[in-house]
Every structure is written in structure tokens, then in C-alpha cells.
């Protein structure tokens, strides 16, 4: 049996309106650049590139639900969805750390997570597709249990795990969390518990500084299953495939996960503003498949890929092109304007995956590599 991937989307995710950036000088004098970065012009390049590229035929359009009290209290502190509730309602633009709303905010906040419940029913109950591509927003993995956090409300891949867990039964569900930031939101949540393995890629002594490092490990019956791979500038698509080969495909083997969800922020990519990793189409287009391809070995292919960041509006669609030729198994005849020359793996790379392995080996084993490329 061939199986089909999903594509939620739902127009009203455009709703949420984060604002100017905002530069404030003595007086007040202020300054608005340009759009926040997080801004709904994100999701139409990425609808545009899947219709026009022609990936459209190969995805099957459904529409996501809203998470519930309930849904969002398996996560989430009844203080912190009011908290949310109240500051839209009253217009308040900045709820936490660089996490702007607006008065509809709340409620597309509960569309995101709720997009990846749906997701997690559609894995898990439609016989023909095993595969989603979640196009949602806000993004979710910096909002923590009580805290909302850089554009993040409420968590949306982690309302999606305790819900598979709990309305499911599943016993071991992994959370990949390839943003260029930290999924501390994430971690926070999961990070005394063994039934979730997460794992996060991100740019080392980035946002937010004081989280990801490699030593944060879990705690009691969690520990171990919390992974941080904090990786140099410059990584790129080379160091990514190291980083997947000697981490995260032995770990998924030995977890042996019923589920697979992914945070799925492209803003590693090579043009993005706020990252220096310089992954590529073809980057993310190898991660795309090669979880694919893990999730086919151990778990029946489920797999939920969910938006999470990415900010440079003309590369953006590109890596999340890759990411959906790599997660359904296509190419699309087209070459990227922007490919870059191949670079040397920093030797940085190299030295991190070893401190990753030093923290983990106690509990997860790796294959040794004495070299690569």
C-alpha cells in the first residue's frame, strides 16, 4: 500500500498579527523597520511554492481543529492559558520574551496545536496516510508549561505527544526538534518523563542562551531522554547528515518510537537572518528523508512534520520545499537559485558530537565513526 501525506492548512492562520519590530530611544522616539519576523507572509510563500511547484498533487488537504482547556491542560497551567486569554482580550501585544499577539491571537494559537491533534488522529486512524505536513502558526516550542515565549504561545508538538499518549495509548512518541533556536519550551515539559525522546539540533550559545546545552539530560525516570545537540556556525547540510547518522538515527533505532513528530523550523537554512548554519534545500531535504525512512523502519511510517520557524521570506519556501519532497519522496524539477559551494564540516562539528556522546553513552549506544564525507 502506497501512503499518502497530509497537508494542514487553514486560512485563518494569517490572523495572527504580530506586529513592527520596535526600536525605543530615550523620549520614546520609535523606530518600526519592517514586520516582525514571525508575520503571516511566511505561510503564503509556502502555500505559493507548494501549489506552484506542483507538490500540491502529492499532499492531501485537511483542515485542523482547536485544542480544547483539556487539550491544552496536559501541557500547559490553567494560570498560563488564562494569562494568554486575558492579555489578548485586552490588546496586550508582548505576553512573554519576544512573543507578540494581537487580539485573535488566543484562539489561532489553539487552531496550531490543534492542527497537530489532528495530525496525530490522522497517523493514527486513516489506514492510507501515515505522513502530515502541518503548516501552522504561531510556532510553539519556546512556550513552556507557564510561559509564553518568541512567538511561541502554547506548544504545539508537545499538545500533539500528550494527546497521542493519552487519547491513543502510545507508550513512546519522539520529538525532533530541528529549529535553529533551542525547543527549551519543549524540554521544560518533557524533560522529567520517558515516554517522550527529545531531541533538539540547534545552534550553539543562541536563543535562548540559557538552554540547550549539552549536560541538560532529563531528570529522574527522564534522564537520557532529553538529547541537546548544540552544533557550531557554518555546520551545514555535511554536518547535519553527520549529526543524524552518529546521533539521532542510532538513538531512534534503540527508542524504538510508535510516533515521530518533528519541529520542523527551517531557519537553519543558509540565507535566513537569524542563523549562521547555512543548511540548504538539499539539507532539509536529507533530514526529510531520512526520518521518513526511520519512521517506515519503526514505527509504520507515522510521522508529523510541524512548521515551527524560518524568516527569510525568499528562502523559506525553498527549505520547506525540500523538507516535503524529502518527506514525501519526490523531487521537483526545479534548481535552487541560491545553492551555495560545498563547505568543509567545521571541525567544531566533530567535537560537539562527541560531547553529546560522552553525556548520552550511559544510556543510548553509538556507532563509532573514525571518519566522514
Not at 518568541?150 to 500533539?160: D, I, L, P, S
Not at 549529526?243 to 538513538?251: D, H, L, R, T
Request: charge should be negative; include cysteine; hydrophobic fraction near 40%.
Amino acid at each position: 500500500m502506497i501512503s499518502k501525506t497530509s497537508w494542514i492548512w487553514d486560512e485563518r492562520f494569517l490572523d495572527h498579527n504580530t506586529g513592527k519590530v520596535q526600536y525605543i530611544f530615550e523620549g520614546g522616539e520609535l523606530v518600526e523597520p519592517c514586520d516582525e519576523f514571525e508575520n503571516k507572509h511566511r505561510m503564503t510563500v509556502i502555500k505559493e511554492i507548494i501549489e506552484k511547484s506542483g507538490l500540491a498533487k502529492h499532499l492531501v488537504r485537511q483542515l485542523p481543529y482547536k485544542a480544547t482547556d483539556k487539550d491544552l491542560l496536559r501541557v500547559h497551567t490553567k494560570d498560563h492559558i488564562q494569562r494568554v486569554q486575558k492579555a489578548c482580550k485586552a490588546g496586550i501585544r508582548k505576553i512573554g520574551p519576544e512573543a507578540y499577539a494581537s487580539s485573535e491571537t488566543e484562539g489561532i494559537a489553539r487552531l496550531s496545536a490543534g492542527a497537530v491533534m489532528k495530525a496525530v488522529d490522522t497517523v493514527m486512524e486513516d489506514e492510507m496516510i501515515s505522513k502530515v505536513y502541518a503548516q501552522i502558526r504561531p510556532p510553539g516550542h519556546h512556550a513552556s508549561s507557564d510561559q509564553a515565549m518568541g512567538f511561541c504561545f502554547y506548544n504545539n508538538v508537545a499538545v500533539g505527544a500528550a494527546y497521542a499518549i493519552e487519547h491513543c495509548g502510545l507508550k513512546r512518541v519522539v520529538i525532533l526538534d530541528w529549529d535553529v533556536h533551542h525547543g527549551n519550551g519543549t524540554q521544560d515539559i518533557f524533560y522529567d518523563r520517558d515516554d517522550v525522546l527529545v531531541i533538539s539540533i540547534h545552534e550553539a550559545g543562541y536563543f535562548p542562551l540559557e538552554s540547550g546545552q549539552v549536560h541538560e539530560v532529563g531528570q529522574g525516570k527522564g534522564e537520557g531522554y532529553n538529547i541537546n545537540i548544540p552544533v557550531p556556525p557554518l555546520t551545514g547540510d555535511e554536518g547535519y547528515r553527520y549529526v543524524f547518522e552518529s546521533i539521532i538515527a542510532p538513538v531512534i533505532k534503540q527508542f524504538q518510537p510508535e510516533l515521530i513528530i518533528i519541529s520542523a523550523g527551517q531557519d537553519a537554512n543558509a540565507l535566513d537572518p537569524i542563523s549562521r548554519l547555512m543548511v540548504t534545500r538539499e539539507g532539509f531535504k536529507y533530514m526529510a528523508n531520512k526520518i521518513r525512512e526511520l519512521a517506515e523502519s519503526y514505527c509504520e511510517g507515522r510521522l508529523i512534520i510541524a512548521q515551527e520557524g524560518g524568516y527569510n521570506l525568499a528562502y523559506l519556501p525553498i527549505a520547506t520545499m525540500g523538507v516535503i519532497e524529502g518527506l514525501v519522496g519526490v523531487d521537483v524539477n526545479w534548481k535552487d537559485p541560491h545553492v551555495l559551494p560545498k563547505r568543509q564540516t567545521p571541525s567544531a562539528l566533530f567535537e560537539a558530537v562527541d560531547d553529546v556522546i560522552k553525556y548520552q553513552k550511559s544510556i543510548w549506544e553509538f556507532t563509532e565513526k573514525e571518519t566522514f564525507c
